[in-house]
């Protein structure tokens, strides 16, 4: 896993490229507060998010650090606060397969829609059949 600066397309040329992407990234020019929240997962595999962060990030006020893996199954409360320092920052979808972390496969990606000042991820993991349900999440950059 590492840090971009710039959004990574799906190269899966059985749907449209420009509305899949691999990587989001965002630049951050002060430390900001990142709203996510877990909506739904329709997968049989742990699904969850992955973040890269140029110079930290942070859950709940814990130690910042530039990778970080949030996994639904393990989140107790559906909605976390992360702190995120200046720079780039990398948000993907991840799942575990095997007992390892997959990610960027051939057929996994993210939709991205926005209301407002929200946006709505809906990711498909490398096995799924390409509904973009294996996980819902939405991120508010506050």
Same mark, same amino acid.
Request: charged share 25%; aromatic share 10%; glycine share 4%.
């Given at each position: ?5 710039? #959004? ?65 199954? $393990?989140? =107790? =409360?559906? $909605? ?15 799942? $575990? ?7 960027? *496969?051939? =057929?996994?990606?993210?939709?991205? #829609?926005? $209301? ?8 498909? *993991?490398?096995?799924?059949?390409? *509904? ?11």
């Amino acid at each position: 896993m590492l840090l971009v600066k710039e #959004k990574v397309y799906s190269t899966n040329k059985s749907v449209k490229s420009d509305e899949t992407i691999h990587t989001e990234v965002f630049q951050m020019n002060e430390e900001k507060v990142i709203k996510l929240k877990f909506l739904s997962s329709n997968s049989p595999r742990n699904q969850g998010v992955g973040f890269i962060s140029e110079n930290g990030i942070s859950i709940n006020d814990a130690p910042k650090q530039k990778t970080v893996i949030i996994w639904r199954s $393990e989140i =107790q =409360q559906s $909605e976390l606060i992360l702190k995120c320092s200046s720079g780039f920052l990398n948000i993907f979808n991840v799942w $575990e397969e095997e007992r390892m972390v997959g990610f960027h *496969d051939f =057929q996994s990606g993210m939709r991205i #829609k926005k $209301e407002n000042d929200v946006m709505f991820y809906s990711c498909n *993991d490398a096995f799924a059949n390409g *509904d973009f349900t294996s996980l819902v999440f939405s991120l508010q950059i506050l």
